[in-house]
């Protein structure tokens, strides 16, 4: 009898231990993001289908890494019976828990388009594309005729909903504004520009208007000032000081040497590789501030709210020069009002700029053995 209960006592545990395992195996597998394919896609699922069914098809798409854990998981914590059928577009990465929330919600026919600040035309007219399968420059695309981010490009240089705005203006770059919209699936792109230009209109308030007069610059001019500060920093306590070097400039006639314009130039020319080559430095085109005084034609990105008023409120400065601070590495600069004290900081910041490159160069090598 002893034996028998020891033996009993023994299945206990193991089965007390097998049950803790596969708890916590279904546990960490239900919480863990997963990678997928189909973020831009729509997934489709079927009236009627059952929980099982809906499983294996996510799981055949990759969406969902495991059969087992997420049966387990509906069997014992969760409730089948609430996944809904409809259209989903499922985030990458993803957890299961994750979609298995958004399926109980329920269909959702929007697509939500995030248009970071600083984003050219260019990269909004590609995440247009990417996110809009249905448009009219995506079916010219499929269909072979032209490339869809150059038919939205296109698109972008119908000018007449910032005319009273920008008359001189000779596409949208600058304002669409940088924020998250949410269309529905078969929105057009003139829906989708005109939502981020009317956004843009919401922000660009009659004191703005008021302060650009007084400044003597027009609307365009203050864009253009706004783009040239978001593309500059990252931080907002200093786009003002940022803003205080481009008029200073501006005033003694000196070149913007900002390198975000030769950037632009060669995402306009379809040339953009991720690097400032030589080529892009010696462009000849009026955006190239290296090259030529004064302010470029137009707009290099998109501006937020905080760089139309640093350009609309410049901090009174002495500042000609500024570089990346290296000491604390969050984006900021330091600033010169003279030539030999920037030269300084430039030999410094290079001096780091090959260190962070012999370390890349470095890890790259230990990675590839």
């Avoid at 809904?84 to 993803?94: K, L, V």
């Avoid at 501006?250 to 030589?278: C, E, F, H, S």
Wanted: hydrophobic share 40%.
């Amino acid at each position: 009898m002893k034996r028998v209960l020891v033996a009993i006592l023994i299945l206990l545990i193991l089965a007390a231990v097998a049950l803790a395992g596969v708890s916590y195996w279904t546990y960490r597998t239900v919480n863990t993001p997963v990678q997928h394919a189909h973020a831009n896609d729509f997934i489709t699922i079927q009236k009627g289908a059952s929980p099982r069914e809906i499983v294996d098809q996510l799981v055949g798409a990759g969406i969902l890494p495991s059969h087992m854990a997420t049966m387990i998981y509906l069997r014992t914590i969760g409730d089948g019976s609430k996944l809904q059928a409809g259209e989903y577009q499922f985030a990458s990465p993803i957890t299961t828990l994750q979609v298995l929330k958004q399926l109980e919600k329920g269909q959702d026919l929007t697509i939500k388009l995030t248009i970071p600040e600083g984003f050219t035309r260019f990269d909004i007219a590609k995440r247009m594309c990417e996110k809009f399968p249905g448009l009219e420059s995506q079916k010219a695309f499929d269909q072979g005729d032209i490339p869809c981010p150059h038919a939205v490009g296109w698109e972008m240089e119908n000018t007449s909903l910032i005319r009273d705005i920008a008359p001189e203006a000779k596409n949208l770059e600058g304002y669409m504004y940088p924020s998250t919209y949410t269309f529905p699936r078969d929105a057009k792109e003139a829906d989708i520009l005109k939502a981020m230009v009317e956004q843009f209109r919401k922000v660009w308030t009659p004191e703005f208007a008021a302060q650009a007069a007084a400044m003597h610059r027009t609307p365009h001019e203050i864009v253009t000032i706004a783009s040239l500060i978001e593309t500059e920093t990252g931080v907002e306590t200093e786009r003002p000081i940022v803003a205080g070097v481009i008029y200073n400039r501006l005033n003694k006639n000196i070149p913007l040497g900002i390198d975000q314009t030769v950037v632009y130039i060669a995402k306009m020319q379809n040339r953009w590789d991720g690097t400032i080559n030589r080529s892009d430095i010696d462009a000849d085109s009026p955006y190239n501030t290296r090259k030529h005084a004064g302010l470029p034609p137009g707009p290099i990105s998109s501006v937020s709210e905080s760089s139309i008023k640093a350009a609309l409120y410049p901090q009174q400065n002495d500042y000609l020069y500024y570089v990346r601070n290296v000491d604390v590495n969050d984006g900021s600069h330091w600033f010169y009002a003279s030539a030999a004290e920037f030269e300084k900081g430039k030999a410094k910041y290079q001096q780091w700029l090959e260190q962070q490159r012999a370390e890349k160069k470095a890890e790259e090598n230990n990675n590839n053995q």
